[in-house]
Structures are given as structure tokens and as C-alpha cells.
């Protein structure tokens, strides 16, 4: 998706996009004529390093610090999104969090809340301002949320709660792909199986990929790319007549 010689580029927006698939998210959008807004909660620098290797590559990208959770933070997160680079046409729903490998019994109530403040909370937050804005400027608009396929597979001794958040997440996308559909707009998920990012390190396993590997029909683990080219497709034109769709990214799970 592009702008010809004398219009802007579009501008798409993406949450928890400075590391991981995020990053991966923004730079083959950047590849692809999108101007790029991403957010991020403290890392500042791999935020900063990132604008720097897209403006390198002949793109053009921002990173603003704002928390998804919070709804004065999404509104800002927009606001500036807009102020940088103009009207968001795009929106990746990418920010999550799984909190601590373990039995669901053993998980403390800060962490079920955080989960699902920013999984399921932090979406809809985003959507919403999204949708709103698109509405008043009587413009469609597309939105892709990140799921996993944890949402169907239980997650059992890992993440329970996590995955009852990503189901959450894929009920919403359908809901709200039927409600917009009349007006043009499109909403789909994608649903990652494991990939090679650092969520497992946050989670207390930096190992995990290699651990789960034999469980995976594809024998491995995905990549951060192999998961942002479909959230690429779903943004793109090719994707025209796909709305409320779940697309499992999952090497067969």
C-alpha cells in the first residue's frame, strides 16, 4: 500500500511495535509505503533505534511511549500519531503480555489484571479510538489484532490466563468485523503459534521455543517475519474481501 508522487503515504499505527513482531510489523510496512506510528511502554532506545534503521531504509516511522491500558494514553498515543504524520488509516493490535510460566492456581491477582488490562482492555481501548476517529472523517479503515493459538489450545501449566485473553481478543474481532462491515472497514487476527521473541524471557523461559518445538508439526518454531508478513497481507488490498477472519500462523498447530 502506497501514496502516488503528490499524496502522503498512509499512516498505520502499531501497538508494542519497537521489539519482536511488532518491529518486524513496522519495518515491512515501511517497506511497503506505510507511514508508521508504533508504541511502546520503556524502551526508549530500541524504539529510538528502530525510527532510525526504517528512516535509514527510506521509510518514515515514530515511536511514542504510551501504556494501551491506559485510556488518556491511547487517546494521546493518536493524537500524536496524527500530529506526526497525519490521519490513521491502519491499525495492528499488537501489544501483549503473558505474565509468569506456571500453574493458572499459583497466579497472582496484579498479574491477572495486567493481562488482561493490556490484552484484551488495551485492544478494545485502541479500537475503539480507531474506530471513532474513522467514523467522523466518514472513512473505512483496517485493523488487525494479534492473537495466538494459545486461545484455542488452552495453555494448560504455562499461561492459562493469557489464553483466555486471546479468546477474548478473536470473539471481539469477529463482533466487530460484522458490525463495521457495511461501512467499509475490516477487522481480522492473526494467531501466532511460538515464535523466536523475547515474550519467553519475560515470561521466565527464554527457552521455550526449543522446548516446544517437537509439539509443532513443522518440527520449529516461527519466526517474528513469518508471523508480520500475514498481519501484511490482512492490511493489504490483496486482502480486500477477508473481514472477521482468524488467521493461525502456527507451523500446524
Known amino acids: 500500500m502506497s501514496g502516488t508522487r503528490d499524496e502522503k503515504p498512509p499512516v498505520l499505527l502499531v501497538t508494542g511495535g519497537s521489539r519482536g513482531i511488532g518491529a518486524e510489523i513496522v519495518r ?23 525510527e532510525d534503521e526504517v528512516r535509514e531504509a527510506g521509510g518514515s516511522a515514530v515511536g511514542l511511549q504510551g501504556d494501551v491500558a491506559d485510556p488518556q ?29 506456571g500453574a493458572f492456581v499459583d497466579t497472582d491477582l496484579a498479574t491477572l489484571r495486567r493481562v488482561l488490562d493490556v490484552n484484551v482492555l488495551g485492544t478494545m481501548l485502541c479500537a475503539r479510538e480507531a474506530v471513532r476517529r474513522w467514523r467522523d472523517r466518514a472513512m473505512p479503515g483496517v485493523m488487525v489484532n494479534v492473537s ?31 458490525e463495521l462491515a457495511a461501512g467499509g472497514t475490516r477487522v481480522n487476527a492473526v494467531s501466532p503459534g511460538t ?49 472477521g477472519a482468524v488467521l493461525r500462523v502456527s507451523g500446524g498447530l
Do not use: C
Not at 82 to 100: C, K, Q, S, Y
Not at 225 to 243: D, G, H, K, N, R
Open 148 to 178: 495466538s493459538v494459545a486461545s484455542t489450545l488452552g495453555a494448560p501449566g504455562e499461561y492459562v490466563h493469557y489464553a483466555a485473553s486471546k479468546a477474548a481478543v478473536e470473539a471481539f474481532t469477529i463482533g466487530l468485523a460484522k
Open 195 to 243: 515464535a523466536h521473541t523475547d515474550i519467553h524471557a519475560a515470561a521466565g523461559e527464554p527457552g521455550r521455543p526449543a522446548r516446544v518445538a517437537a509439539r509443532i508439526p513443522m518440527g520449529r518454531a516461527g519466526e517474528p517475519s513469518e508471523i508480520a508478513e500475514a498481519v501484511l497481507w490482512m492490511l493489504s488490498p490483496q486482502a480486500s474481501y477477508v473481514t
Open 28 to 50: 515491512g510496512a515501511a517497506r511497503r509505503g506505510w507511514a508508521v506510528a508504533f508504541s511502546y511502554v520503556q524502551d526508549r532506545e530500541a524504539a529510538r533505534r528502530l
Open 73 to 101: 494514553a491511547v487517546a494521546a498515543l493518536f493524537a500524536a500519531a496524527e500530529d506526526a504524520l497525519g490521519p490513521v488509516a491502519g491499525l495492528v493490535n499488537n501489544a501483549g503480555i503473558t505474565g509468569r510460566l
